[in-house]
Each structure stands twice: as structure tokens, then as C-alpha cells.
């Protein structure tokens, strides 16, 4: 009798747990109550750090620009003029005078019915300092892993060493598990042995799909076929969630990993690798270069030969011992004019409470992102 009863105690703990709890880790083991993967925890990213950190306001007042009118309903899908009046497109960052004689009260009021994006696109890059099948086996560091992906619609991502083909699918899992909806496109690995300075890496892509979409067939590899680049750099397109299609903004990411041991050679090539990309035939005329470039900004826009570009992180260390500056995003604001000059540092050391040992044990490089509008040519 105390047999039978001690059997069944044990069927039903063990029904129990492998209903409510999951096993995870392959070298480390977690238990976690399965009501967490399914989305319970809510501070699962580190977005409500970045809204406050951003200012939205248009401390320059607004220009209008004669003969351009729109609705929202012209802008976002399920939006609808409340009167049904039009408002004129103003400039981002624009001069505080009216236009055609209008006062500034007037721009202000202006500025108020203008249909402002619902929310910032962030686009950001980070090298994962050799990130492999060790790292992936130790539970506490994808969860910090993930928390920090999920804090951006698309990021660009280097150093994914190893040969495991689903290193990156099993990321992007683990960023799902909150009930997000992220996705990935992952470079061709390196065959073995075309790296000299090291293991072989993918670059990839990784966005939410509730936020961006992207055209699969856009996705391809920059052909280098002298060979300047250690590691081919990889383009991809995307289009924003919520606004029209054809008022949403459109753009191009090319993610470039500079190898340190050639790092003056392959900063030289950074230039024709994005006249290549800009004149691919596609057409997009907003593209943003990311990575680990090994250099910082001062260096990199001379080296791109366009005194124009502007780099979203100027004179800031991107590794988490506050010592250099070797990741960046670069783009032209005459040309992607959505961008809102906003972006920076994520100091995820700082804010997830990590020590430098912990930091290391997922990678030693900071994220670097850059925040735009939602709407095409805003």
C-alpha cells in the first residue's frame, strides 16, 4: 500500500513540474516556470531606458513647405484627421521663423496638427565578442543576451563564431520566449580556414517582425572578389510596420566587421563598399553602414570621403571598459532625412547591474544604435 501510494506521489510531483516548469542550459541548468516563457515578464528589454533617454520635442519650431499637403490618414494606416483638415510637412530640426511671413505662434500651431510619428525606429549594431556554443550553453547569459536585442527593431550583429548552423536560430528562440516576434538573416559561414586572424564568423541580421518587415530577395553578400574585406560585408532591406506602405520609411543596412590585424586596409575599402551598395540597382536611397569598424568616428568619416556623414556615436567608448571606440552607425543626413540626430551607447553593463567578469562572459563590446522616424522623408 505505502508502495502504490509513494508511486503515485511521485507521478503527480512529476505531472506537476513538467507542466508548469522547463528545463534550460545544456552545460548550466535553470528552471524556469513556464508562464515567463510565454510572455509574463514584462520588463523583458530595455526600451522604457531608451524612451527616456530620447527627447522628441522640436525645439526649432517647424518650416512648412509651400505646396505640400497631407492628411495623417496620408501617413499611418489606422489614423483618421479628427476635423478633417490638412496639415503642411515640417522639417525635423527646422528654422524657428515661419514660413511665407506666417509668426512663430503660427508655426507652432503648425507644428501641433502635423501627424508626428508614433514611435522611433532603432537601428543598432553589436559585436558579440566570439560568440559560441560555450556562451549559448550558459542560460544567464542569453537571458542578458535577449533583453538586449529585444530593445531594437533591427540590430546587426558580428562575431557569431563556430561551426553550429542553429547558433543563431537558438538565439533568436530565446528572445522569443517573452512572446516577441523576432526573426534573423544570417550570412553564409566562412569556409574553413579563409580567416587567418582568427575563427571564422557570420554576420546577421535580427528584427522584430511586428516592427519592420524585410524583402528576403534585398538580402545578399557585397561581392569582393580581390578579397580586401577579411569578412564580406552583408546588406539587407527593411520597411516599417504601421505607417502605408508607401509613406513608410524604406532603408538599406550594411553590416561590416573590420578585422583588427588589417584594420587601416579595410577602413580605406569601407568607401567603395558603399558606392557599391548604393548603386546596386534597388534604388534605396537611404542606407546606413554599421559594425565593428575598429576605429573611431574621427577616423571613419574622413576615411569614408564624405564630409558629410555623421557618425551616431562621436567621441565615446563602445567597450565596456570605457577605453575605445571601435563600433559605430554612419549614414548621410542629407539623404536619410528621417533621422532624428538622436542614438548613442547602450550601457548594458549599467543597467542590467552586471560586474566586468559578467560582461566578458557574453562580450566585451557595447551596443551602439541610432533612432529615425517612421515616415518616409520626415
Same mark, same amino acid.
Given at each position: 500500500? #505505502?508502495?502504490?501510494?509513494?508511486?503515485?506521489? =511521485?507521478?503527480?510531483?512529476?505531472?506537476?513540474?513538467?507542466?508548469?516548469?522547463?528545463?534550460?542550459?545544456?552545460?548550466?541548468?535553470?528552471?524556469?516556470? @513556464?508562464?515567463?516563457?510565454?510572455?509574463?515578464?514584462?520588463?523583458?528589454?530595455?526600451?522604457?531606458?531608451?524612451?527616456?533617454?530620447?527627447?522628441?520635442?522640436?525645439?526649432?519650431?517647424?518650416? &512648412?513647405? $509651400?505646396?505640400?499637403?497631407?492628411?495623417?490618414?496620408?501617413?499611418?494606416?489606422?489614423?483618421?484627421? +479628427?476635423? !478633417?483638415?490638412?496639415?503642411?510637412?515640417?522639417?525635423?530640426?527646422?528654422?524657428?521663423?515661419?514660413?511665407? !511671413?506666417?509668426?512663430?505662434?503660427?508655426?507652432?500651431?503648425?507644428?501641433?496638427?502635423?501627424?508626428? /510619428?508614433?514611435?522611433?525606429?532603432?537601428?543598432?549594431?553589436?559585436?558579440?565578442?566570439?560568440?559560441? @556554443?560555450? @556562451? +549559448?550553453? @550558459?542560460?544567464?547569459?542569453?537571458?542578458? *543576451?535577449?533583453?538586449?536585442?529585444?530593445?531594437?527593431?533591427?540590430?546587426?550583429?558580428?562575431?557569431?563564431?563556430?561551426?553550429?548552423?542553429?547558433? *543563431?536560430?537558438?538565439?533568436?528562440?530565446?528572445?522569443?520566449?517573452?512572446? #516577441?516576434?523576432?526573426?534573423?538573416?544570417?550570412?553564409? $559561414?566562412? *569556409?574553413?580556414?579563409?580567416? /587567418?586572424?582568427? $575563427?571564422?564568423?557570420?554576420?546577421?541580421?535580427?528584427?522584430?517582425?511586428?516592427?519592420?518587415?524585410?524583402?528576403?530577395?534585398?538580402?545578399?553578400?557585397?561581392?569582393?572578389?580581390?578579397?580586401?574585406?577579411?569578412?564580406? /560585408?552583408?546588406?539587407?532591406?527593411?520597411?516599417?510596420? !504601421?505607417?502605408?506602405?508607401?509613406?513608410?520609411?524604406?532603408?538599406?543596412?550594411?553590416?561590416?566587421?573590420?578585422?583588427?590585424?588589417?584594420?587601416?586596409?579595410?577602413?580605406?575599402?569601407?568607401?567603395?563598399?558603399?558606392?557599391?551598395?548604393?548603386?546596386? !540597382?534597388?534604388?534605396?536611397?537611404?542606407? =546606413?553602414?554599421?559594425?565593428?569598424?575598429?576605429?573611431?568616428?574621427?577616423?571613419?568619416?574622413?576615411?569614408?570621403?564624405?564630409?558629410?556623414?555623421?557618425?551616431?556615436?562621436? +567621441?565615446? $567608448?563602445?567597450?565596456?571598459? &570605457?577605453?575605445?571606440?571601435?563600433?559605430?552607425?554612419?549614414?548621410?543626413?542629407?539623404?536619410?532625412?528621417?533621422?532624428? &540626430?538622436?542614438?548613442?551607447?547602450?550601457?548594458?553593463?549599467?543597467?542590467?547591474?552586471?560586474?566586468?567578469?559578467?560582461?566578458?562572459?557574453?562580450? /566585451?563590446?557595447? %551596443?551602439?544604435?541610432?533612432?529615425?522616424? %517612421?515616415?518616409?522623408?520626415?
Amino acid at each position: 500500500m #505505502r508502495s502504490a501510494l509513494l508511486v503515485i506521489l =511521485l507521478l503527480g510531483g512529476g505531472w506537476y513540474f513538467f507542466r508548469h516548469y522547463e528545463i534550460d542550459g545544456l552545460d548550466g541548468v535553470e528552471l524556469r516556470p @513556464k508562464s515567463i516563457a510565454a510572455g509574463a515578464d514584462r520588463d523583458d528589454d530595455l526600451r522604457g531606458y531608451l524612451d527616456g533617454a530620447a527627447d522628441w520635442r522640436i525645439d526649432n519650431g517647424a518650416t &512648412g513647405i $509651400p505646396g505640400t499637403a497631407y492628411t495623417p490618414a496620408d501617413f499611418y494606416a489606422s489614423d483618421s484627421a +479628427a476635423d !478633417g483638415t490638412e496639415a503642411q510637412l515640417a522639417s525635423f530640426g527646422g528654422d524657428a521663423a515661419a514660413a511665407d !511671413g506666417d509668426t512663430a505662434e503660427d508655426a507652432a500651431a503648425l507644428a501641433e496638427q502635423i501627424p508626428h /510619428p508614433s514611435r522611433r525606429v532603432r537601428v543598432a549594431s553589436w559585436a558579440l565578442g566570439g560568440f559560441g @556554443k560555450d @556562451k +549559448a550553453a @550558459k542560460p544567464h547569459v542569453m537571458g542578458w *543576451l535577449a533583453r538586449v536585442i529585444r530593445s531594437f527593431d533591427v540590430i546587426a550583429v558580428q562575431q557569431i563564431t563556430g561551426p553550429q548552423r542553429d547558433l *543563431l536560430p537558438r538565439i533568436v528562440e530565446h528572445v522569443n520566449r517573452s512572446g #516577441r516576434r523576432y526573426d534573423f538573416l544570417i550570412a553564409p $559561414p566562412q *569556409l574553413a580556414g579563409t580567416n /587567418p586572424y582568427g $575563427p571564422e564568423e557570420q554576420l546577421a541580421f535580427v528584427f522584430d517582425t511586428e516592427r519592420v518587415v524585410t524583402d528576403r530577395g534585398q538580402f545578399y553578400t557585397v561581392a569582393d572578389p580581390a578579397n580586401v574585406m577579411t569578412h564580406d /560585408p552583408i546588406v539587407g532591406w527593411f520597411r516599417v510596420v !504601421g505607417p502605408k506602405p508607401d509613406r513608410a520609411w524604406t532603408f538599406s543596412v550594411v553590416n561590416v566587421r573590420v578585422e583588427m590585424d588589417v584594420a587601416r586596409r579595410e577602413v580605406a575599402a569601407l568607401r567603395e563598399v558603399m558606392q557599391a551598395v548604393t548603386q546596386d !540597382g534597388r534604388h534605396e536611397d537611404d542606407t =546606413l553602414m554599421v559594425g565593428l569598424f575598429q576605429a573611431d568616428d574621427a577616423y571613419l568619416r574622413p576615411s569614408l570621403g564624405q564630409n558629410r556623414v555623421v557618425a551616431a556615436v562621436e +567621441a565615446t $567608448p563602445t567597450d565596456i571598459f &570605457g577605453r575605445h571606440q571601435v563600433s559605430n552607425v554612419l549614414l548621410d543626413p542629407l539623404v536619410t532625412t528621417e533621422y532624428l &540626430g538622436t542614438g548613442g551607447v547602450v550601457n548594458f553593463l549599467r543597467l542590467q547591474n552586471l560586474t566586468l567578469a559578467e560582461c566578458e562572459e557574453l562580450t /566585451p563590446h557595447l %551596443p551602439v544604435y541610432a533612432e529615425f522616424s %517612421p515616415v518616409e522623408g520626415l
